[in-house]
Nanobody, 113 residues
Framework: QVQLVESGGGLVQAGGSLRLSCAVSGSIFFSITSMAWYRQAPGKQRELVATITYDGKTNYDESVKDRFTIARDNTKKTVYLQMNSLKPEDTAVYYC??????WGKGTLVTVSS
């Protein structure tokens, strides 16, 4: 069984920063697993925010490029999402996904204007 637990969400003012973490446990070879962050804003569909391959290649949605950074620590089986210059439209529940298969329960990010 594979578990993903997100943390680090909260309330922040526009222009501020947050760092999300996703800790992975269970029967998964984390070091060779691609990871991703998604988000779902109220009333909208879940959308892909950023991905990172097992060897560190990253990709970002245009809306967060140059503001968000995805990173991983294979020794801690954790993936991070550093979010800078936050905007009210970044308000959403942020989800971690592993191996294009396993989901966490999400962490809420609220950006006030």
């Amino acid at each position: 069984q594979v578990q993903l637990v997100e943390s680090g969400g909260g309330l922040v003012q526009a222009g501020g920063s947050l760092r999300l973490s996703c800790a992975v446990s269970g029967s998964i070879f984390f070091s060779i697993t691609s990871m991703a962050w998604y988000r779902q804003a109220p009333g909208k569909q879940r959308e892909l925010v950023a991905t990172i391959t097992y060897d560190g290649k990253t990709n970002y949605d245009e809306s967060v490029k140059d503001r968000f950074t995805i990173a991983r620590d294979n020794t801690k089986k954790t993936v991070y999402l550093q979010m800078n210059s936050l905007k009210p439209e970044d308000t959403a529940v942020y989800y971690c996904k592993a191996k294009n298969q396993y989901w966490g329960k999400g962490t809420l990010v609220t950006v006030s204007s």
